[in-house]
């Protein structure tokens, strides 16, 4: 009797994956081109907006609409050379079959608009033959948007003059220290110690002692006024007119003192 072994093989499975390509979809708003006949009056019109507005076109995506280019003609047909040369540079088309369409010149309008900078991404409402591989292809289902026209240029305006302000120094003034100011007037709420100096493009308030250099009025300012409650100045100054120490009146030395232009004439008087 014979007794037969029943054995059983295992089969492993391996499934290998394919890393899937992710796909997105993108919305952009693009421009329109629609030619009309004569393209030779269109592509006028065309440069004269690009002249206003050069950067009109500028990283815009732009699809070209054809569907004016066949309305107009019994056959179809435009030959973009002969518009835009003139009626009389368009030489007749043997007519093999007077019932066949003639396909426009899409392909040297795309070359006329890449002259001009603009790069035509898709063609809309045009027959399948009429597209070669070298062309942009045929696009459809684009819904129409509102589109701001162009705005025209302005004239570029004149700078707005620099308003003056007033600089405020809350501490002392001390022997080495300069402060130039030539926007406003310069008020210090303490002294202003020998050896240093103001240059003010206004007046000059200083509700302690002057005691270093004042100059006002800097840049040419005649109104700027130098204004001090314990006048002992090293030098005053106002618009380019200057005294030193020994030339002020010794009458008025330490005491409250307003410095003006008068002329061509630095006047001083107390202001008690």
Not at 15 to 24: A, G, H, I, Q
Not at 35 to 64: K, M, N
Not at 199 to 220: E, K, N
Request: charged share 25%.
């Amino acid at each position: 009797m014979a007794v037969g072994n029943n054995s059983s093989t295992a089969v492993t499975s391996i499934s290998l994956t394919r890393p899937s390509l992710p796909l997105r979809g993108r919305s952009f708003r693009a421009l329109v081109l629609a030619p009309e006949t004569p393209l030779g009056d269109w592509f006028s019109h065309l440069d004269a907006l690009v002249q206003r507005s050069p950067t009109l076109f500028s990283e815009r995506a732009v699809i070209l609409d054809v569907s004016g280019l066949a309305k107009d003609s019994p056959r179809g047909g435009h030959s973009l050379r002969g518009d835009l040369a003139g009626p009389e540079a368009a030489e007749p088309a043997e007519d093999k079959d007077a019932g066949a369409e003639t396909a426009p010149d899409i392909a040297g309008l795309v070359d006329e608009l890449k002259q001009r900078g603009i790069r035509i991404m898709g063609v809309e409402k045009a027959e399948p033959a009429w597209l070669g591989p070298a062309l942009p292809p045929l696009l459809s289902g684009g819904r129409p948007t509102e589109m701001a026209a162009p705005p025209e240029p302005e004239a570029p305006k004149p700078p707005e003059p620099r308003k003056p302000n007033s600089l405020v120094l809350e501490t002392p003034l001390r022997s080495g220290q300069s402060v130039y100011h030539p926007e406003g007037d310069v008020t210090v709420m303490g002294s202003v110690a020998s050896g240093a100096e103001i240059l003010a493009g206004g007046s000059i308030h200083v509700y302690g002692a002057l005691r270093g250099r004042a100059i006002a009025g800097a840049g040419g300012n005649p109104r700027a006024r130098i204004c001090c409650r314990r006048f002992e100045p090293e030098l005053i100054g106002i618009d380019g007119l200057f005294r030193t120490a020994d030339t002020t009146d010794p009458k008025l030395r330490k005491k409250a003192v307003q410095v003006w232009l008068e002329g061509e004439t630095l006047r001083m008087a107390t202001l008690d």
